[in-house]
């Protein structure tokens, strides 16, 4: 799209206020994730003493060892890929697929349909119920409950139909016209014209996704082979308060400075950098759906 | 020839292997505490699987505890063996556990004659026990280098005033307060003369401190008192000693002494600056100043923290530090769904053997410690330095995978050593830093603790270990007083000297209300303590 | 936008229904699927009518009437959290939302695509940082000892004296309002950035032909275009008012605070769960869920009212 005309005055101001407050924005969000990857890097116990900025102050990879070296931890990391590329596929595409029928005007149960995805979001039966129902429907210690449970949100159900309803219904109404049936729609129209709304959604499924450990806890922390990395790390981070509570009278023996020691503390620092550079990593791929700026120049009316 | 032989040793320890793995038995268990995954192999681990031909599942807690046993219950999916820590008699009430009267009496001679003085501890109202705790049980005196709590000062003040021996709380500030006067800078920051912790469950570590300063052990939130000839529970959070405690706190504060933050800050924040060395006085639990002690020890050795006895007045006879005892609300059952009690109740029964604890505790003899010409054990460096690598302990070693949760023990054994070996008496001193000798030279002691009384023998000890029954009136009242705490605490401290007195009565006039139903369960489970422990 | 295309009004129901029977078949396994896992383990809230103890089924606990509701009703600390609540979630919702809008406008108006990327993606990593840690930052920066808000405004002689700004209850929800804005801007912004995405760009050069600068395209093309996507969320956050927050306001209260920091779920925690309080917590739960089930169907009715998108 082409914005690019001579500068007034009014373009210059609004480019210093963009410029300053973004300029900002970058020093202050920027900020945790440094200081967070150089408490990551340092040695626990100086750790503990605080005032670690941006770089660390005794350099150590012992954090990121005592984390990367656990048995299960890489089969753990092919368990977390394989539940979140499923659920964001398999997830993406149905949330879309009831975005569309919901959002179809004439349609008799857009209403009811709508508003029974709506309540979800505000009750919940509570945990025991629900791990009933898991295990009754067999999906413990079974890497399903990972995918299915959760396959259509009702938020991002919304959003979705938000942005359909914002497309002009002309190219649905000329498909149709065509003698296109409903799949064909959805999959030759809808998709396409969804994309970054679509790359949205698949963000925030993957995410929840690569992040979640609390069903692995719940539904199969009895199967090893279905364990995934955030939950093993959370058991590093767990016991690392134990370690270092039982093991602290034997470190006050006598000082040394070769002891090998975690904290809590450090441990989260390196479980928050190795859980969050895959995302940095796979980011931009999404990220061009919606940051290109006005790139749906496309369609046509 | 001689490879020949190897391999054929070889074949002979995989048939073996093979066979005695046909009998392996398995037992899951849940620690209630979040262990890491076996590493598949460890020293005692390797051993124990031999002896007894059993071989541990381990579930791991993540998450947290409650949601955890919820679970547990309502599907009724028990592991073999299970320690929930506080919600042990939960799972008692939902039927999950055995009782174990009958399995000890036939096939555990060794937990039978460990627990013979403590059976009746253990007895639940339904005339069985249920669960074995899963503390040490205190055999023989206890030692240990630190003192369980105390006033901690910094060793820097210590030094300078010529190693005074000071026993009131106001010595304690006043020592404090001499040496800010004269450094108001260390390192180039400023001076904290005082701290106390007051961050969500920790903050006991500021309101616990009455009961202390009148010379008690931590019983918990009241403290029982001898009157005549029955113990007699009493509140100690609007006492005189509280109130003048406070005062002084308010006195300090105003002064500059005790920190502008110490109400804010947090636990992080807290142990950043006891670790910065430039503190001078903080009270606390020892294990909660642990990981500032340890960075101070490697790095800081001279502003390391001393425990002292502080009192509120020279005639309150200090005992504050704790008496061994038994946690009888907690410990490891055997569920319902346990498929062969017999062989988990003989596996406990082994593990408890005092062969069996020497190899958990102190390893193999000539490898992992030595013996003197005294028959006493010791570490050489080299042992002492694996030892200290908690890394090592656990992946290597293996111990806390059959030690944390399982019933274990600890004090003398017959020979003069102590099963836990941080506690061996003649080993505190010489295994000490040359900082900390420095400071029990000039005190002329063995050992931190024993600048403090030795503690006096309480058949009920303690009182915190009497829990309040989930949700009942009293449970209730006990987190809204802890609330009222939590709400008057900081402004008794922080206000303005001529304030402090409405803030006081308005505290008294608040909390009062809030201890009866409490007192009432305590006194009741006082009584029964007394009576039939 | 919008173009409403108002051609299959006609004809009755059921012949609706039969023309529209292929939609109706897709329908059926999504509601299957939201029925099955979200609506059936509902049952769960008849523990709030009981006295629920763990170890029994639901069949054989005490059944106790409304009495968990009238001693949540009956308990002053319930008035005090959920006043906590609201006004922390409020200010949030508002300042979350308005600091994302402006963010993702803003990027929209930088032209340089690298610069907008790299900004774009900075400004969403403090959503991957827990607010554990996250908390201890929050505490560092406003802290009197060293701390850098202190420092900075001291050095530019606003202040003499270091303030203890988490000591001061009345600045305790402005200072979860501007965390929360801190942490969140960047991801919040992604929503509205893939929004702004969508807009017919035809829409921009007619605009540019009549003459509009920028801020009259932003305020007259951009604001406009997504305005049912605002409008939309805004009415989901509002569901969510009673049950937002926990680990901030955990992590950032202490004693001087403590009447403005506790919430509804660490009301939940400290005096339901972690006393065992099932049935209490229950209670609730199903408190939160129909205040937001009122809120967000009150909401509707209005945007309805005022022609907004609407959920329903």
Redesign the interface.
Known sequence: MNRIGRKTWEDRILDTIIYISLIFLVIVTLYPFLNTLAVSFNDAMDSSRGGIGLWPRKFTLYNYQTLLTRNQIYHAALVSTARTVLSTLLGTFCTAMAAYIISRREFVLRRFVSFVYVLTMYIDGGLVPTYFLMRSLGMTNSFWVYVIPGLVSAFNLIVIRTYIAGLSDSYVESARIDGAGEFTIFVKIILPLCKPVLATIALFIAVDNWNAWFDTFLYNSASAELSTLQYELMKVLQSANTMSGSLLQALSRAASGTTNTVTPRAIRATMTIIVSVPIIIVYPFLQRYFVHGLTLGGIKE | MKRRFWLLSLLLIIALAGTAFAEVKTFTVFTGEPLPDYPGSTIVGDIIEAETGVKLIWEPLVGDLETKVGLMIASGDYPDLVVAAHFTSLLKDAGALLPLNDLIEEHAPNLKRLYANHWEMLTQEDGNVYWLPIQAIPYGPDTSRYPSLGFFINKRVLKEAGWPTIKTLDEYFQLIEDYMAKHPTIDGEPTIGYLTLFDGWRSFATTNVPQHLMGYPNEGEFVPVMQGNRYVVTEYHTSPTAKQYYKKLNDMYNKGVVDKETFIMNYDQYIEKLSSGRVLGTFNQFWQIQEAQNYLLRDNPESIFVPLPIVIDPLVEERQRDIPYVQPTQGMGISIKCKDPVGAIKFLDYLIKEDTQRLLQWGIQGVHYEVDENGLYYRTPEQLELFRDPDWVQNVFGRPYFFNAFPSLRGLDENGNMFFPDTQPHLIYSDSTDSEKEVMDAYGVKSFSDLFNEPIFKKYFPLWTITMPAGSPAHIEETRMKDVLHRYVPELVMSSPDQFERIWENYVRDIKPLMVEQMKVYQEGIDWRMENW | ?????G???RGT?WH??KQ?K???L??IP??A?????????????L?AFQNY????SIFQQTWVGFENFRLLFNDP?FYQVLRNTLAMSIIKLVFGTVSSII?AL??????R?R????????????H???W??????V??AL????GIVNEVLMKLRIIKEPI?F??IPALFWWIIGASHV?KE??WGA??Y??????????L??SA?IDGA???K?IWYITLP?IR??IS??LI?NL??VLSSGFEQQ??LQ??????YARVFTIYEL??G??????S?A?AV?IFR?VV??IL?FSANQLAKRWGQ?R??
């Open positions: 936008m919008n173009t409403s295309v051609t299959v009004k129901f609706r229904v529209q292929v939609l109706i897709m329908t999504f509601l699927h939201v029925i099955i896992f979200r609506y059936v383990p509902i049952w769960g809230w523990m103890w763990p170890g029994k600390v963010l803003m990027l929209t108006e930088v032209r695509i610069f907008k990327k790299v900004v774009q993606t900075i400004s969403y990593l403090p991957f940082i827990s554990v840690v996250a908390a201890n930052l505490r560092d802290s009197t000892d060293g203890m988490l000591g801190w801007v960047g992604i929503i950035l893939a929004a702004i995405a969508g807009i017919d760009p035809t921009y050069e540019m600068g920028r801020l395209q275009s049912p996507t939309v969320l989901m569901g969510w955990y992590l202490n004693g001087r605070v403590i009447d400290d005096y769960i972690k006393m065992m309080r099932y209490f229950t739960g869920s937001s089930i967000v998108e959920l329903v």
